[in-house]
């Protein structure tokens, strides 16, 4: 079936160190993006990426880095500069830009110790 | 700059009661759309609908509707009967034309829905 794969679902990680959250997809879609949702805040964008080799940084991008080395990975890495890590994180793709809906992971939960 | 005000922190109903959700949104742009998503203690985020600017039809999926009016800049969306799978937390989205939207959606802070049985 088609859709989103996000992993891992819950990682722990302690201060200082830098933490990978992989995102694939397998529909085909140019766009990808990472987005971080914190209790009573909503989505807010991180970074996003319309094609392979190119991306863009969003609303909240200090502290974090990500790659679009091929068109259905889009991987964000949490590094020790981010203050609050501490979140859930989803990612999601589209093919319809402004008109098109997005399609979401299940997210990945992480937690710094 | 776009924005999506979601007022209802948390909405704590009785199963088969109608509950409404409110958005109310702020664009400068005369080409958007407006989405609703449902996340489930799951996590993953559910599309339900989409509407874009030119359309104020309200529309009617089962027990979901939806009210879109540009006069008051809302896109309320109402549950008839609820039922206790309803219960998620619901996100009202902006996305515009100008730019091309390619920098994805702007969210409400989302609607916790409690149905209880």
């Known amino acids: 079936d088609g859709g989103i794969t996000q992993s891992p679902k819950y990682l722990f990680r302690k201060e200082g160190q830098n933490v990978t959250l992989s995102c694939e997809q397998n529909?085909?879609?140019?766009?990808m993006y990472w987005y971080r949702q914190d209790p009573g805040q909503g989505l807010r964008l991180i970074y996003y990426?319309?094609?392979?080799?190119?991306?863009q940084k969003g609303d909240i991008a200090e502290g974090y880095s990500v790659s679009r080395e091929k068109k259905e990975s889009f991987p964000l890495t949490v590094t020790s500069a981010q203050k609050n890590p501490t979140a859930f994180y989803l990612c999601?793709?589209?093919?319809?830009?402004?008109?098109?809906?997005?399609?979401f992971g299940e997210g990945s939960r992480l937690t710094v110790l | 700059a776009q924005k999506v005000t979601q007022a209802q922190t948390e909405i704590s109903v009785v199963e088969k009661e109608d509950v409404t959700l409110d958005c109310v949104y702020e664009t400068r742009d005369t080409t958007y759309y407006l989405f609703w998503y449902k996340q489930p203690p799951s996590g993953e985020l559910v599309f339900l609908i989409r509407r874009n600017s030119f359309d104020e039809q309200n529309e009617i999926s089962g027990r979901y509707s939806w009210n879109f009016q540009k006069s008051t800049s809302s896109f309320n969306f109402t549950i008839t009967a609820s039922q206790v799978v309803d219960s998620a937390v619901y996100f009202c989205a902006l996305s515009e034309a100008s730019g091309g939207g390619a920098d994805g959606l702007t969210f409400g802070k989302g609607t916790h829905l409690i149905i209880q049985p």
């Open positions: 999601a793709s589209t093919n319809g830009y402004f008109t098109g809906e997005l399609f």
């Open positions: 990426s319309q094609i392979v080799n190119d991306f």
């Open positions: 529909l085909n879609h140019d766009a």
